[in-house]
């Protein structure tokens, strides 16, 4: 165990979604021989900040993840992509596939990358502000 401080976003906002966007934010860049014991929390948090958005920008359609992403003008293959990534690992022996499928966490910088431009593609204002606010001296690179 170790003592830390508190992240500053942690601190300074009432909820979570700031620390979230960082995190899912900074997975999303992680090198490629990056140990995949660290990307096993980042798909609930990944659903989690999209569910948050969603609330946000589908007030009307709470709930299933799948009914709110399936509607919005996005890559299908990206979408699918995203909802089996939370589905998998975000639903403790509920999904029908194996809880340890190495190549969906894997895949946890490129998905994630693949939430960060949904996120964008939703509210590229709101994008930009958290970008900013999480990670203020890089360069946007999510596509």
């Known amino acids: 165990a170790a003592i830390q401080a508190l992240d500053d976003l942690l601190v300074q906002y009432e909820s979570e ?5 960082k995190l899912v934010r900074e ?7 990056a140990p995949m014991s660290q990307f096993y929390a980042l798909p609930n948090m990944a659903r ?6 969603l609330a946000f920008k589908q007030p009307g359609k709470t709930g ?3 009914q709110q992403i399936k509607d919005i003008q996005f890559d299908e293959a990206k979408k699918a992509r995203i909802l089996r990534f939370t589905n998998t690992y975000s639903h403790h022996g509920l999904m029908p596939e194996p ?3 190495l190549s969906v966490i894997a895949e946890t910088p490129e998905v994630l990358n693949d939430v960060l431009a ?3 593609h939703l509210d590229a204002e709101h994008f930009d502000s958290m970008l900013k ?4 001296d890089q360069e946007e690179v999510v596509t």
């Open 17 to 21: 979604y700031h620390h979230m966007f």
């Open 27 to 33: 997975a999303s860049q992680a090198a490629a021989d």
């Open 48 to 53: 989690r900040l999209l569910e948050a958005v």
């Open 64 to 66: 299933e993840l799948y």
């Open 99 to 101: 809880v340890h499928d």
């Open 118 to 120: 949904l996120v964008k």
């Open 133 to 136: 606010l999480c990670s203020p």
